[in-house]
C-alpha cells in the first residue's frame, strides 16, 4: 500500500520523508506496511542500541505499564532510582537527573555549570564548544553547536558558547578567559561526519581545564552506552570529566536521556531544574533493562569484535572503489567517498531489489553507520556485501 498525500496532511513538515510508512520491526530488520523489510543501519540515529523491539524492553514496558507510569518527578520512584545507582557505580560520576532527549541533557549541564559559576567563578558563564560541533536543537544547545549556518536560523542566538577547533589545544587555551566556566564537546563529533577526538587532544583538554579550575563537560548522547566500545566514550581516553550527557542509547528507543555529574558541581537549588515527564519509571525500567543487557558479561567485548568487522570491511569496499577511507570508534563508523554522490547511494539501498538498505548520508562525501550493537556477523556482512552492489550500481 502506498503512502496518500491527504495521510501526512496533519503532520507538520521538518524534513523530507521517503514514501515509505513502517509497521514493524525486530533486530535490526524493519518491515513496511507493504510487507517489505529493510536492514537497518541507522537504528534510529544510533537510539536503537539493542535494535527493534528487544525482548528485555518490551517485558520491561509491559510490567511496568501495569504498575506505575508517572507518579510525577516531584516523588521518588524505584526504576528511576535503580537506574541512577547503576550509572553511577560504572562510571566517575556521583548525581543523575534524567531528562527525556539528549538536547535536554544538554541544556541541563549547561544551566548546571553556570549555576556553579555563579557560585564559584564569579558569575563566570562562557563555555568554550567545537566548531562543527552538534549539541542538539533548543535555542541554547544550537547555539552551542557549531554547525555551519546554524547561527542564522534563529537568530539571535544565545550568548557565551564560543567555538574552538577539536584536536587543536592552542584553540581552546586562546578563549579561556575570565567569564570561562567550562568546556563542553563530543569525543566523536557524529553529525560532523564521525570525527574522532584524540587521546592526546583529550588529555590535553582534561589538563588544561583543571589547571584553569573550569569544568569539563562531555556530550556523550551518541558516543555512550556501549557505542564507541566501551559503556562511555571517555573512559577509552583514560580521563575524567565533570559532567556528562546521556540520550539515545540510554533508553534503546523510549524517550529518556540524563545529565550526570560529580558530587563537587551540583549546585541546583529547589526549582531550577526539572521537567514534567522526567525520570517516569516507565521509561527508567526500560532504561534498567537496556543497561543490563548492556553490562553483560562479554556483550562489549562482541560490540568490539563487530566494530572490527565493520571498520575492516569499509576499508575493503573504500579500497575496490577508489574512496578516501573510514574512520570512527566503535559501532559509530563512516565511509569517506571520493565523490559527492552519498545521498544518491541511500537512495539506491533503500530501494534495493531483495531488500531495502537504510543508511544515513549526513554529509554528500560520506556515509555514517550506526547498527544495532547486537546484531550478528553475518547480518553484518549482509549490509556490507549490499552496500558493496549498490555502490555499484550508483557507479555503473
Known amino acids: 500500500m502506498s503512502l496518500l498525500a491527504h495521510e501526512t496532511d496533519a503532520l507538520m513538515t521538518i524534513t523530507s ?22 536492514l ?28 506505575l507510569i508517572n507518579p510525577s518527578p516531584a516523588f521518588y520512584n524505584e526504576p528511576a532510582m535503580g537506574l541512577a545507582n547503576r550509572l553511577i557505580q560504572a562510571s566517575c560520576f556521583d548525581r543523575v537527573f534524567f531528562t527525556n532527549s539528549g538536547a535536554e541533557a544538554n541544556e541541563g549541564n549547561i544551566k548546571l555549570a553556570r549555576k556553579w559559576g555563579q557560585k564559584h567563578r564569579h558569575g563566570a558563564y562562557k563555555i568554550i564548544t567545537f566548531e ?11 547555539s552551542a553547536s557549531g554547525k555551519p549556518g546554524w547561527d542564522q536560523k534563529f537568530p539571535p542566538q544565545v550568548d557565551g558558547f564560543p567555538k574552538a577547533v577539536l584536536n587543536d589545544i592552542d584553540s581552546v587555551k586562546k578563549l579561556i578567559d575570565a567569564d570561562t566556566v567550562a568546556v563542553m564537546l563530543e569525543p566523536v563529533q557524529g553529525e560532523a561526519g564521525v570525527i574522532p577526538a584524540t587521546r592526546e587532544f583529550m588529555q590535553d583538554l582534561r589538563a588544561l581545564t583543571k589547571e584553569k579550575g573550569i569544568l569539563l563537560i562531555v556530550d556523550e548522547v551518541q558516543t555512550g552506552m556501549g557505542r564507541c566500545g566501551s559503556l562511555f566514550a571517555y573512559q577509552l581516553f583514560d580521563i575524567e570529566p565533570d559532567l556528562m550527557s546521556l540520550g539515545k542509547g540510554i533508553g534503546g528507543g523510549v524517550p529518556l536521556a540524563a545529565q550526570l555529574a560529580k558530587e563537587f558541581v551540583c549546585s541546583f537549588e529547589p526549582g531550577d531544574q526539572g521537567g514534567t515527564y522526567n525520570g517516569n ?58 565523490k559527492e554522490d552519498g545521498h544518491a547511494i541511500v537512495d539506491a539501498a533503500r530501494e534495493y531489489p531483495e531488500f531495502g538498505l537504510l543508511l544515513n548520508a549526513p554529509r554528500p562525501n560520506l556515509l555514517r553507520f550506526m547498527p544495532a550493537l547486537n546484531l550478528s556477523e553475518a547480518t553484518l556482512q549482509l549490509a556490507l556485501d549490499t552496500l558493496d552492489k549498490v555502490i555499484a550500481e550508483v557507479r555503473k
Open 281 to 338: 519509571p516507565l521509561c527508567t525500567e526500560v532504561g534498567c533493562a537496556v543497561f543490563d543487557v548492556l553490562t553483560e558479561p562479554g556483550f562489549l567485548e562482541q560490540v568490539n569484535e563487530r566494530a572490527e568487522q565493520l571498520s575492516q570491511g569499509l576499508q575493503n569496499i573504500s579500497q575496490k572503489w577508489n574512496m578516501l577511507g573510514e574512520r570512527g570508534m566503535g559501532l559509530l563508523r563512516a565511509l569517506l567517498l571520493d
Open 17 to 38: 520523508r521517503p514514501d515509505i510508512v513502517f509497521t514493524k520491526g525486530q533486530g535490526s530488520w524493519l518491515w513496511d506496511r507493504r510487507g517489505r523489510k529493510y
Open 40 to 67: 537497518d543501519l541507522i537504528q534510529g540515529w544510533a537510539v536503537n542500541c539493542l535494535g527493534h523491539c528487544h525482548p528485555s524492553m518490551v517485558q520491561a514496558l509491559q510490567k511496568q505499564s501495569l504498575s
Open 132 to 142: 562543527n560541533g552538534f549539541h542538539g536543537r533548543t535555542l541554547a544547545t544550537m
